[in-house]
């Protein structure tokens, strides 16, 4: 059996959100670089973005898996939920 790249086995999976409720809500003001560095990298879906100085998340293709609320220890994510009812990943593949 062929290997698939990681970028393909997320492809196949499912996604139901609700646009206007993220279950994950940031500090935008929150300017600890070193600190925003470490979530923007350890994001699997690439959900955090770090431009300018500005920190951006969009819960849009989440994968739900917790790192950023891990590594974040309450700073740069201020809370985080697993989405409600039918909302959030349905995984396909692995």
């Not at 923007?40 to 969009?58: H, M, R």
Request: proline share 3%; glycine share 8%; with cysteine.
């Amino acid at each position: 059996m062929k290997r698939m790249a990681i970028e393909n086995k997320l492809a196949l999976n499912v996604f139901h959100t609700e646009d206007n409720d993220p279950h994950i809500e940031i500090d935008k003001e929150y300017a600890n670089e070193e600190e925003i560095r470490k979530v923007v990298l350890a994001c699997p879906a690439e959900c955090y973005k770090y431009i300018d100085g500005k920190v951006t998340f969009s819960h849009l293709g989440c994968l739900e898996c917790g790192t950023c609320r891990v590594l974040s220890h309450g700073k740069l994510v201020k809370s985080w939920n697993h989405p409600f009812g039918s909302v959030g990943v349905l995984y396909r593949q692995g």
